[in-house]
């Protein structure tokens, strides 16, 4: 975890002192997009959410119904990757304060919403933490694969749609990843203490 940190304070001082590369790399998706994906980008951003939270709430309460507790471990241990990770996103966009790149660069066409700080980005965080504990739950490729496709379109909608930096989208895939990898190693320790068989 220490080296996480470390990386992301790297990645963000670099940041501050070279905005150019990001916004660059902005105005090529988003200015010389292809419109006509627009309504579909759409769609995938704002599935994030509610996937983020119906998916393990669904696998709890059917291993509630079926008295399953493999999989109402595994849907408590995805539900606390993606709170842990939100959670850790709306602390650092509110310290940090950037604000959104439409507001700085009038030039970026903004075509959904986009109201809280941008750094980083919270749909991009919720989406890689349910990827990345899906994946660890589950780590099959017909899991792995699917996960990571939705995660990776649900980061690159929020630059196609103007509302986030490729920093923004980077660190909150970080955070999504990190926090659902902690959860993990957190919950298989209390397994391994307590002599529960949740993971193997």
């Known amino acids: 975890m220490k080296k996480f940190f470390i990386l ?3 990645f ?15 105005k090529e998706i988003n200015i010389e997009r292809n419109t006509s994906f627009d309504n579909s980008f759409k769609v995938i951003t704002e599935s994030a959410t509610p996937i983020s ?10 291993g509630l119904i079926k008295r399953d507790s493999v ?3 595994r849907s408590f241990m995805i539900g606390a990757s993606v709170i842990t990770a939100v959670g850790l996103t709306t602390v650092l966009k509110y310290t940090i304060q950037r604000e959104r790149p439409f507001k700085t660069y009038p030039e970026i066409h903004k075509i959904t919403l986009g109201g809280s700080p941008s750094f980083p980005s919270g749909h991009t965080t919720e989406a890689f933490a349910l990827a990345t504990s899906l994946s660890l739950a589950c780590p099959k490729w017909y899991v792995v694969a699917p996960a990571y496709t939705w995660a990776t379109a649900v980061g690159y909608s929020r630059m196609h749609l103007g509302v986030h930096y490729p920093s923004d989208v980077f660190v909150g895939a970080l955070i999504g990843a990190g926090s659902a990898y902690l959860s993990f190693k957190v919950k298989k320790w209390y397994d391994r ?3 529960h068989n949740f993971f193997y």
Do not use: E
């Open 53 to 62: 939270i119906g998916l393990p709430l669904l696998g709890y309460g059917i």
């Open 8 to 10: 992301f304070l790297f």
């Open 71 to 73: 999989l109402k471990s």
């Open 193 to 195: 203490k307590y002599h």
């Open 12 to 26: 963000y001082v670099n940041t501050l002192h070279s905005q150019n590369w990001d916004i660059n790399i902005l």
